[in-house]
């Protein structure tokens, strides 16, 4: 919920699966994860996802 001091950010009406990826980047970034890092982590993370779809 807005107020008149506060505009309504255009991430609020993103799918969730754009809001999760912009924390997730600013949480790789915020914690300084060098890049070759966050990509192999997030492949393990995208793999172990994928696992746990394919069961359901």
């Known amino acids: 919920m807005t107020t ?3 505009p309504q950010s255009p991430l609020n009406d993103a799918p969730k699966s754009v809001q999760l990826a912009v924390d997730l ?3 790789l ?3 300084n994860i060098d890049t070759q890092t966050a990509i192999e ?3 393990i993370t995208l793999n ?3 696992r ?3 069961s359901e």
Request: glycine residues 0%.
């Open 41 to 43: 982590a997030l492949q």
């Open 4 to 6: 008149e001091n506060q």
């Open 25 to 27: 980047i600013q949480l």
């Open 52 to 54: 746990k779809q394919q």
């Open 29 to 31: 970034e915020e914690n």
């Open 48 to 50: 172990d996802f994928k």
